[in-house]
């Protein structure tokens, strides 16, 4: 029925026009005192991007940094967060839209993985915003690399100035999604 159709119609623009915003911080989390990178995504509810620039404010709401998005409505940014302190983003899409998002508190104790191609290497650090040995751990690890849960490398890595860093050849490398483990 003709009623039926329109009210989807008009259910779809609604969902067009809403604004629906995340965060992903590299690692899975920030980390205190590190420079960390978080991705965003700015879309609507059907899952469009949408152009936007985003900007970064602390608790006092001091501006600290202004992003425009990449493409599809997703771009990054990096800081060093504070421990303590509050984040939030605020959205303005280029239709005058606008949206706040509080970012996850930075954690006082944890790693933070980074990890990218160069050349013909899976060159990964994990940075360490506390001395392991002083909460009783090692400052050696181990770095498991798998891919659907399957093990494709095991490496030795050892703490360096706060970073352990190691390479894994990219011709190991299975295709699709692998999995950093660090032990």
């Known amino acids: 029925d ?14 067009e026009e809403t604004l629906d915003l995340a965060v992903f911080p590299e690692g899975g989390n920030l980390v205190a005192g590190l420079d960390n990178r978080v991705a965003f995504r700015v879309s609507n509810a059907l899952g469009g991007g949408l152009d936007a620039f985003v900007v970064l404010f602390n608790a006092r709401g001091e501006e600290l ?26 959205v303005t899409t280029t239709e005058g839209e606008t949206g706040r998002l509080a970012l996850p508190e930075p954690q006082l104790q944890s790693y933070l993985l980074r990890a990218g191609i160069a050349g013909e290497w899976l060159e990964a650090e994990v940075m360490v915003n506390f001395t392991p040995a002083e909460v009783g751990l090692p400052s050696t690890a181990h770095v498991l690399l798998q891919s659907h849960g399957q093990p494709q490398c095991l490496q030795p890595v050892s703490l360096e100035n706060g970073v352990y860093r190691f390479q894994i050849p990219l011709e190991i490398l299975p295709d699709g999604i692998c999995q950093l483990t660090l032990f």
Not at 2 to 15: G, V
Not at 65 to 90: C, D, K, T, W
């Open 2 to 15: 003709i009623r039926r159709n329109r009210r989807f119609n008009r259910n779809l623009e609604r969902k």
């Open 65 to 90: 940094q202004r992003v425009e998005n990449l493409q599809h409505g997703m771009g990054s940014f990096a800081f060093v967060p504070e421990a303590g302190q509050q984040y939030h983003i605020r």
